[in-house]
């Protein structure tokens, strides 16, 4: 039988999405939510790197309104800089989240997989998306320790082999997740000067060549002398693991993604490293979980670094 963690998941044209969230909040994006052409989003599956992005993107697109000295993210927490898109669903105060007020460009989060975006996010004209996909045994490893933290106290932790034996099914927020990066891949593809494809790793790896791919991305291409001035440093050590996990506010506050999930901001920061799958799954569960990667992705011409 399914326990705590998948209970509350229902399938929806092939992924699964809590029924009065994510579900909801879908049919809200689509019936009733109007993009404009600047409106700027980032795309993921849980657990692949989405805090990090928002603040690099943040800090990119605002960095000459605020100085590093002083920059909101020191004060306020990546996800109340780039909210969800369907968080004001959440919110009793409509007037704290107006999405008609939001000065453009709009920058927006969303989980949503996008063979489910309505034609007008995804109509060519319209806005941008930056995705960011990880590894899968490293998404799969912060995800389980994520949902144990936020488990109600009533139930019994989810064991390593319930939560891999339902990631690899598929069953997962938003899941299958070779689906949901499937989908932004192919379409990244099709339409690249409107969907940037980025992958936690090469972000890790290369934070200054891809904060640079950002900005051209974004039209916020850095000048040469913002990179001679070290502008681009900068943002990549603002938005540093090291840094934002220290900062106060992103210990103590919260985030309300609905009536009964509410968030410690710390759970955001965990370890941030790549491989860190290699302290916790057995060998059986890297071959397998790679096997099925291998398959699924076989002809896409997208690969992870094992
Ligand atoms: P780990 O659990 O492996 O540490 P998301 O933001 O999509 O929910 O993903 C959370 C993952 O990103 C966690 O991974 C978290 O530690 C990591 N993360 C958060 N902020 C980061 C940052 N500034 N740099 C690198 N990784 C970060």
Redesign the pocket.
């Known amino acids: 039988g399914k326990g705590w963690m998948t209970e509350h998941l229902v399938q929806y044209q092939g992924f699964w999405l809590t029924p009065n969230a994510a579900l909801k909040n879908l049919m809200w994006v689509q019936d009733h939510f109007k993009p404009r052409p600047t409106d700027i989003f980032l795309a993921?599956f849980?657990?692949?790197?989405?805090?990090?992005l928002k603040?690099l993107i943040f800090a990119t697109v605002n960095r000459t309104r605020y100085g590093f000295a002083d920059h909101p993210l020191l004060t306020t927490g990546p996800h109340d800089c780039f909210p969800f898109l369907d968080a004001h669903l959440q919110e009793k105060d409509r007037s704290r989240f107006d999405l008609d007020r939001f000065p453009s460009p709009r920058l927006l989060s969303i989980h949503i997989p996008y063979i489910l975006l309505p034609n007008s996010m995804t109509d060519h004209q319209s806005c941008r998306f930056v995705y960011i996909c990880r590894d899968p045994k490293?998404v799969l490893?912060?995800k389980w320790?994520?949902l144990n933290k936020l488990r109600p106290k009533e139930f019994p932790p989810i064991s390593l082999e319930e939560a891999f034996e339902l990631f690899c099914q598929g069953i997962s927020h938003y899941g299958p997740f070779w689906d949901h990066v499937l989908g932004y891949w192919e379409a990244s593809l099709e339409t690249p000067e409107k969907i940037l494809f980025l992958k936690y790793e090469d972000l890790?790896k290369e934070p200054l060549v891809v904060v640079k791919r950002l900005g051209d991305f974004l039209g916020y291409p850095f000048s040469l002398e913002e990179e001679s001035k070290g502008v681009v440093e900068e943002i990549v050590k603002l938005?540093?693991?090291e840094n934002?996990?220290t900062l106060e506010v992103n210990k103590v506050s919260v985030q309300k993604f609905s009536k009964d999930t509410i968030i410690d901001n710390q759970h955001?920061?965990?370890?941030?490293?790549v491989g860190?799958w290699k302290s916790y799954l057995t060998t059986e569960m890297v071959e397998r979980l790679d096997e099925i990667t291998y398959e699924k992705l076989l002809g896409s011409g997208l690969v992870f670094g094992s």
């Open positions: 993921s849980p657990k692949s790197g989405t805090t990090w603040a490293d490893v912060s320790l994520f890790k938005c540093s693991f934002l996990s955001f920061f965990r370890k941030g490293k860190d």
